[in-house]
Nanobody, 123 residues
Framework: VQLQASGGGLVQAGDSLRLSCAAS????????MGWFRQAPGKEREFVAS????????SYADSVKGRFTISRGHAQSMVYLQMNSLKPEDTAVYYC?????????????????WGQGTQVTVSS
């Protein structure tokens, strides 16, 4: 199982980034997917999730209104459009495939994890 996340980088506050995550169709096409992040010295936290069919997007309060999760390419891709980035968004971002067809805010409900992509937002 491979999950390949990409799109991270170093940006300034207020800028935008789009993260992408590619999974095999067999792995992800019938499963919910999500994005989590982990900042240095902090626990991993939920960012966004989406159901197998691209429905019911869910967001952490800290990113609501700024980030958008979506799916594409026969549901094998998941994207995270991040706008109005803030320094507190700095973290390693991980994509994950859920154990079921539904996205979840709990990391325990995910079975496969990508390797992470670094997002750094300078003030």
């Amino acid at each position: 199982v491979q999950l390949q996340a990409s799109g991270g980088g170093l940006v300034q506050a207020g800028d935008s980034l789009r993260l992408s995550c590619a999974a095999s169709k067999r792995t992800a096409s019938n499963n919910g997917m999500g994005w989590f992040r982990q900042a240095p010295g902090k626990e991993r936290e939920f960012v966004a999730s989406i159901n197998w069919n691209g429905g019911s997007p869910s967001y952490a309060d800290s990113v609501k209104g700024r980030f958008t999760i979506s799916r594409g390419h026969a549901q094998s891709m998941v994207y995270l459009q991040m706008n109005s980035l803030k320094p507190e968004d700095t973290a390693v971002y991980y994509c994950a495939v859920a154990r079921s067809a539904w996205g979840s805010t709990s990391g325990d409900r995910y079975q496969y994890w990508g390797q992470g992509t670094q997002v750094t937002v300078s003030s």
